[in-house]
């Protein structure tokens, strides 16, 4: 459910003011233990201990190790958030078992960190955080209170250390040097074996203090996207996790998170002591990876947007057990701006999947053309390796691009999609710029063949699916259904005017494809299209008019263009017949 804070700015401002009194009123070195408090001057809430020096409050957080809630505190805040705290039901649930060690992997954009930075908020000594809770979700549950900010927390952005180390060694070096420094200031007084061996030293203060760890690793396989065929840093920084993490008393939860599942290398993975929630499986995580259908039906209600149109762009993701889930950023982008648009490119352009399927793999180009015309492909995905550069075959790339995000998953089949038109879009793009032949010139065209259709340009229209025509070795161009991918990639530029319909149910029996326009093109005809193979267009016509083909769109106000296409055997051209309904 969505949960607007709009009085949250006021009850800031009423806090700092509150603190600008205690400020004038302190003039030594004074401690408070509050338990409402907020930074002054900031507009974020740092509920923990606080000191004023000289005047000046000081927040007692470290900057890794038992980090404030701010970052939480911006989430809820903002315009529209999604409660997904029942998160931190099943973290709660396996918290000190020997299910403990947690790796969530989502493509961009859907919401990694945001979910990290509320685990942090949840479990942190370094900030109080229960009215933050308030009319969330995780505040009913049994177990809120008993693992509330009680705990040290690491939270490690893998990213942001890397990108500050020239290698994977000295990445490993400074993590380990900026850990130690936070876990000395915020137990000075422990009595440390060796100051320079973190892991000891956290078992230090474990047995000393009886508080035990949770360890909060965001962007946990940047050095697999960054080092890609640096085999020996991967192993290297592999190692380090399982040091740091493996069969360790004093570390309670671990919760990692990236783009990749676990990587896997030699017989084994270093790091098998993980249980692994991903695109392929996401287990009683499901509804926690994106927007649930139930949750978008609320925003579009809210907002005023058509629930239609959002699930044809954004949807598409599927997991056992659990209602559709949308892309979270592009929802929240299309609600706020009023607009329904490709936003996936705002974030990551499609260079990322051009690289993969332009591999030279036999039937991949097929299968990508298949799924731009809405098939479902079967998929291997037990063999990938969770890198991006050990590809043996198609199904490890298209298994890769499950987990960027860039197809959807069937695991009752065992198939992959794309899953909506947002994606379908990214593919386009990159066909159109890649070395395919008549492919890549038909969709830059198919702007064209549109509007030939709209002109009812016969022979224009015509040239244009000629154009479009192509032979695979899995799809020859013997029937009606390969016809129909050619028409697919001929008229793709209709996606963007139309929610596009194949063998749809109509009168007395299922037409071929529909076009019916999206409500900003209300001006914009419907398209019925009937495709035959060797045989007339204008039979194809005359079926659309018998069988009653128009008879689902008697609601629809506007005009209708029938469509009958059909493809000569013997003189291997395409013909088009074109008529026109006026309502």
């Given at each position: ?9 006021s ?10 009194d205690?400020?004038k009123?302190?003039t030594?070195l ?11 001057g ?6 923990g ?5 000289s ?12 980090p404030?809630?701010?970052k939480?505190?911006k989430?809820?805040n903002?315009e529209?958030?999604?409660d997904k ?5 099943y ?7 020997m ?10 954009r859907f ?15 370094g900030?109080?955080s229960e ?5 969330l979700?995780i ?22 250390f ?14 380990n040097r900026?850990?130690?420094r936070?876990?000395?200031?915020e137990y000075?007084?422990?009595?440390y ?7 000891e ?15 909060i ?9 960054e ?7 991967q ?17 309670h939860l ?10 896997k290398?030699g017989?084994?993975s270093?790091l098998?002591?993980?249980?692994e929630?991903?695109?392929i499986?996401?287990?009683?995580l ?7 259908e139930?949750e978008v039906r609320e ?31 592009s929802?929240?982008?299309g609600m706020?701006f009023?607009s ?6 705002m ?7 051009q ?5 030279n ?16 492909i ?8 969770n890198?991006?550069?050990t590809?043996?075959?198609e199904?490890?790339v298209?298994?890769?691009?499950i ?10 089949e065992?198939?992959?999609y ?8 990214e ?8 070395d395919?032949g008549e492919?890549s ?5 198919s702007?064209?063949?549109l509007?030939a259709i ?5 022979q ?5 699916i000629q ?6 070795s899995?799809l020859q ?10 028409i697919?990639?001929?008229?793709y ?16 029996g299922f ?6 326009p ?5 001006d914009?005809?419907a ?7 060797d045989k007339s267009?204008?039979?194809a016509?005359?079926?659309?008019k ?8 008697e ?7 029938l ?6 055997k ?5 013909q ?7 309502k």
């Amino acid at each position: 459910s969505t949960l607007m804070r709009s009085s949250a700015a006021s009850d800031v401002y009423k806090r700092q003011s509150r603190f600008r009194d205690m400020e004038k009123e302190s003039t030594n070195l004074q401690e408070y233990q509050l338990k409402d408090s907020t930074v002054v001057g900031q507009n974020f809430y740092s509920y923990g201990k606080l000191k004023y020096l000289s005047g000046k409050q000081v927040c007692e957080m470290g900057v890794y190790l038992n980090p404030g809630n701010d970052k939480f505190y911006k989430a809820i805040n903002s315009e529209i958030y999604v409660d997904k705290t029942e998160l931190i039901q099943y973290t709660n649930r396996v918290f000190n078992t020997m299910q403990q060690n947690v790796c969530v992997s989502r493509p961009r954009r859907f919401g990694k960190s945001m979910t990290a930075n509320m685990l942090a908020a949840y479990y942190s000594r370094g900030c109080q955080s229960e009215k933050l809770f308030d009319g969330l979700k995780i505040k009913e549950d049994s177990s809120f209170s008993k693992y509330l900010n009680k705990h040290n927390v690491f939270f490690i952005n893998m990213q942001e250390f890397l990108s500050r180390s020239k290698t994977v060694e000295k990445m490993v070096l400074r993590l380990n040097r900026i850990l130690m420094r936070d876990l000395k200031q915020e137990y000075p007084d422990v009595d440390y074996f060796d100051e320079e061996d973190l892991a000891e030293s956290m078992q230090d203060v474990y047995q000393q203090t009886g508080c035990p760890f949770v360890i909060i690793i965001d962007e946990w396989d940047c050095i697999f996207r960054e080092y890609k065929s640096d085999k020996e840093a991967q192993e290297q920084y592999l190692d380090f996790l399982r040091d740091f993490l493996k069969d360790k008393s004093y570390i309670h939860l671990a919760y990692m998170t990236g783009i990749l599942p676990v990587k896997k290398y030699g017989t084994h993975s270093a790091l098998n002591m993980f249980d692994e929630f991903s695109m392929i499986y996401a287990g009683p995580l499901a509804k926690f990876v994106g927007f649930t259908e139930t949750e978008v039906r609320e925003l579009c209600e809210k907002y005023h947007m058509d629930m239609r149109e959002i699930r044809e762009w954004y949807d598409g993701y599927r997991f056992e057990n659990c209602e559709p889930v949308y892309n979270p950023r592009s929802v929240v982008n299309g609600m706020l701006f009023g607009s329904i648009r490709n936003y996936w490119n705002m974030t990551e352009s499609f260079e990322a999947l051009q690289t993969y399927i332009d591999m030279n793999f036999e039937g991949l180009k097929d299968n990508i053309l298949s799924m731009l015309a809405g098939e479902h492909i079967p998929v291997n995905t037990g063999n990938f390796t969770n890198d991006m550069t050990t590809f043996r075959d198609e199904n490890d790339v298209l298994t890769l691009l499950i987990h960027l995000g860039y197809l959807a998953y069937d695991s009752t089949e065992h198939c992959v999609y794309i899953p909506n038109n947002e994606i379908r879009n990214e593919y386009a793009n990159a066909v159109s710029v890649s070395d395919w032949g008549e492919v890549s010139k038909a969709l830059k065209n198919s702007a064209d063949v549109l509007n030939a259709i709209w002109n009812q340009n016969e022979q224009m229209v015509a040239q244009g699916i000629q154009r479009a025509h192509f032979e695979t070795s899995h799809l020859q161009y013997n029937d009606e259904n390969a016809l129909s991918y050619t028409i697919s990639l001929a008229l793709y530029a209709a996606r963007n005017y139309y929610s596009v319909y194949r063998e749809l149910p109509t009168g007395k029996g299922f037409a071929d494809m529909v076009f019916i326009p999206r409500k900003k093109f209300p001006d914009k005809p419907a398209l019925v299209v009937e495709l035959k193979w060797d045989k007339s267009a204008k039979g194809a016509i005359s079926q659309i008019k018998q069988k009653q083909y128009c008879k689902s769109l008697e609601e629809y106000a506007g005009n209708i263009l029938l469509a009958g296409i059909n493809y000569s055997k013997k003189d291997k051209e395409h013909q088009c017949m074109i008529e026109k309904i006026v309502k």
